[in-house]
């Protein structure tokens, strides 16, 4: 009896189970509700594309076939097509000079905003700094006579290489603080026309000088010198030192030297002749020996002073070249001075 009362209890409970499994898989066929939050989402891919879709038209992958849509086919946010609009590189960030012409005494340059100039009273010699002193410009012409080297062996040196060494020197440690003597490098040792160019450097600075020798009268004088000279700190030298020896370059000088027979030896940026002087100072262009080439901005007419390896984007909106920033937009520099 008891064997027949436990079969009909357990074979209750088993129909309880299936009445109650049966119930809830009719509920969850026939709920709409659940079947909305429940379901695959590949059946609910949208099939029109959001702007911010990135290689997707109708909710498919296109395939890549290798060629690059132009800025005219992008539907992307405004944000992305202004970003292809920007030059990898603008005079602004990178460094170049924005140059405004000044004169001191009797020289004159086109010389970085902010730099100060202090001539000699016979302006056969200039100084230009930067404000921070760590980039320094100068021109100068001296007489040596090689009879006053009891008052500085070097300077008043027969040899002309022994005396730009030392007037080098002179140059680094007035203008930025740097004692230690200066030394010719073999980083640049040409003939440019009738100028020699050195490269220099010493504990603190680095740089590049232009110079030029005339004979002297034989009684006055052994030899002439006129030499413009480029110094900066040495870990500027990679970014700065060649834009420096462009606004070196640029310094137009005026001076007489007074022989004693009377005899005058005028020279005009740097000495001499002017138009053999100028050989060295392509100052309406590209310079092969430097790198460096004046630009300026057709709207505004500043001018500035660009290097081809640091200040050149070949990725800008109108094709390669120099960019400047005009508001929001992006000026592409045009060659040479503006007038």
């Not at 132009?70 to 460094?95: D, R, Y």
């Not at 140059?99 to 730099?115: D, E, F, H, I």
């Not at 009377?262 to 790198?291: F, M, R």
Request: glycine share 10%; proline share 6%; net charge negative.
């Amino acid at each position: 009896m008891e064997r027949l009362i436990a079969n009909k209890f357990y074979a209750f409970v088993v129909g309880v189970l299936v009445v109650v499994i049966l119930g809830t898989l009719y509920y969850i066929g026939t709920n709409p509700a659940f079947n909305e939050q429940h379901t695959s989402p590949v059946a609910n891919t949208p099939q029109s594309s959001s702007p911010s879709t990135n290689g997707m038209q109708g909710g498919v992958p296109q395939h890549n076939t290798g060629m690059t849509s132009s800025p005219a086919q992008h539907t992307g946010s405004p944000s992305a097509n202004l970003t292809a609009s920007v030059p990898s590189k603008t005079v602004e960030a990178t460094g170049a000079f924005a140059l405004t012409p000044q004169r001191t005494g009797a020289c004159s340059a086109l010389l970085p905003v902010g730099w100060t100039g202090n001539a000699s009273p016979q302006s056969d010699a200039v100084d230009f700094v930067s404000p921070d002193r760590t980039l320094y410009a100068g021109y100068g012409v001296l007489g040596v006579n090689s009879a006053m080297q009891v008052y500085d062996p070097a300077l008043y040196s027969p040899d002309p290489g022994t005396s730009i060494q030392r007037l080098a020197s002179l140059a680094a440690q007035g203008a930025l603080g740097d004692g230690s003597p200066m030394q010719f490098t073999n980083d640049y040792n040409q003939q440019i026309g009738s100028y020699t160019l050195r490269s220099v450097e010493s504990a603190g600075s680095k740089g590049v000088v232009f110079y030029r020798i005339f004979p002297g009268d034989g009684y006055n004088t052994t030899y002439i010198e006129a030499a413009r000279f480029a110094l900066v700190r040495k870990s500027l030298w990679p970014t700065k030192g060649l834009l420096v020896a462009r606004i070196a370059a640029s310094i137009q000088c005026s001076t007489q030297l007074v022989a004693r027979d009377n005899s005058v030896i005028s020279t005009d940026t740097g000495g001499g002749d002017t138009s053999s002087d100028t050989s060295s100072d392509n100052s309406d262009g590209y310079n092969p020996q430097l790198g460096t080439e004046y630009v300026h901005n057709p709207d505004t007419g500043e001018n500035y002073l660009v290097s081809n390896t640091e200040n050149w984007a070949s990725d800008g909106p109108q094709g390669a070249g120099y960019y400047a920033q005009s508001g929001n937009d992006y000026v592409k520099l045009a060659p040479g001075l503006s007038n």
